[in-house]
């Protein structure tokens, strides 16, 4: 008998809605980007803002470099099935082997989301064109020569070129085109990064920005920043206030 | 790789203007099936191409879908269930996705389509 309730209790726990993806669930390859402190940073931006996301009600989610699909499977979680049983999940790799993981790592969630290889989000421009509510990104903003931008494998994950930025100034015109009148953009940067100016470059496009979240890096020389940056139309954080941390 | 990736998907050749839809060259393909979710169905009936839908349905063997879509039909549900089947369901498993205007061919692996250009093309 009590071995019975033990099962039913297991089968409770199994079906309790995670809150962020499980690290046990994420799957791994030599070449693909674990997550890291920067992918947590990211995720526990979402979370901490959750009441936003769920307010915002975004109908479709895309993921810039999904790598081991950790942030995106968490963005479904976070946004819940319930509420979210009508989002589209879209991610991208340049990394095929990245890609194969994330099917695996949203397979072992029970969530389903497109994801193509290729580079930013070419090839998708042209239909998701101001349709993404909400885009995600933890960028390669690692410093590097630039000729390690882009590699084979998983140096693609983190070399950021001069400033780190050669891939984050790809990014954000990507950003501008495909994100919806009322998208939002959540992005890794690093001090390094120059944020602030990422931010003006974003405003003279209309878009307000807020620091959702920032970590000191490991080696004491700068901070990660998670930040938020939305079109102007629907900037709820007037009304909101700011985000709390969970 | 379902449908409704496919239907996301133009190609990104440098100069080419008419890249969507893409072309299907079916290797392989699979039907998964998938629980019938209303709200997502009728979220992207309206942001889906539904010629190319057609289309890449039929290149698939499923010529279920009428030819155009009208106003009343997000009520009917045998409708909503043939495009759940057409969007959701069938898989392009193996194969190749192919440019309307160069033939460039695109492969599809395990399920996954890979647009990589190669550096001439970009």
């Known amino acids: 008998m009590s071995r019975h309730s ?38 526990d931006a979402l979370l901490s803002d959750q009441a936003n996301l769920l307010h915002h009600q975004p109908r479709v989610c895309v993921e810039v470099g999904c790598g081991s699909g950790y942030v995106i499977t968490s963005l479904a979680l976070i946004l819940g099935k319930q509420e979210s049983g009508g989002v589209y999940y879209m991610a991208t790799d340049i990394n095929p082997h990245a890609v194969s993981v994330a099917r695996e790592t949203l397979n072992a969630h029970g969530i389903d989301a497109d994801l193509v290889i290729t580079d930013v989000a070419s090839g998708l421009d042209k239909r998701l064109e101001k349709l993404v509510d909400v885009m995600v990104v933890n960028p390669p903003y690692v410093p590097t020569p630039e000729e390690e931008v882009g590699c084979d494998g998983i140096t693609a994950s983190w070399a950021g070129g001069e400033d780190g930025r050669s891939v984050i100034d790809k990014i954000l015109p990507v950003a501008d085109k495909l994100l919806s009148d009322r998208g939002w953009l959540y992005m890794v940067t690093l001090t390094a990064n120059n944020p602030s100016e990422i931010c003006l470059q974003m405003r003279r496009k209309g878009y307000a920005s807020r620091i959702v979240l920032q970590r000191s890096t490991e080696d004491g020389q700068g901070s990660m920043i998670g930040s938020l940056l939305s079109q102007f139309p629907r900037f709820p954080f007037l009304t909101h206030g700011d985000s709390k941390k969970n | 790789m379902r449908l409704l990736t496919h239907n996301m998907l133009s190609s990104n050749i440098k100069g080419v203007t008419q890249g969507f839809p893409l072309q299907i060259e079916v290797t392989k393909s699979i039907t998964k099936q998938v629980d019938f979710n209303p709200d997502f169905i009728k979220n992207m009936l309206v942001k889906v191409e539904w010629k190319a839908l057609v289309e890449a349905a039929r290149a698939m063997g499923y010529g279920e879908l009428p030819e155009t879509v009208e106003v009343g039909m997000v009520e009917d549900e045998d409708f909503l269930r043939k495009f759940h089947h057409a969007l959701l369901e069938i898989h392009l498993e193996e194969g190749f996705l192919v440019c309307p205007q160069t033939g460039r061919k695109f492969p599809v692996c395990k399920g996954i389509p890979n647009m990589l250009l190669n550096e001439d093309e970009v």
Do not use: G, N
């Open chain 1, 6 to 43: 033990s099962l039913e209790f297991r089968e409770d726990i199994r079906k309790m809605p995670y809150r962020t993806a499980q690290i046990r669930l994420v799957a791994s390859h030599p070449e693909v980007y674990e997550p890291c402190d920067d992918s947590f940073l990211l995720v």
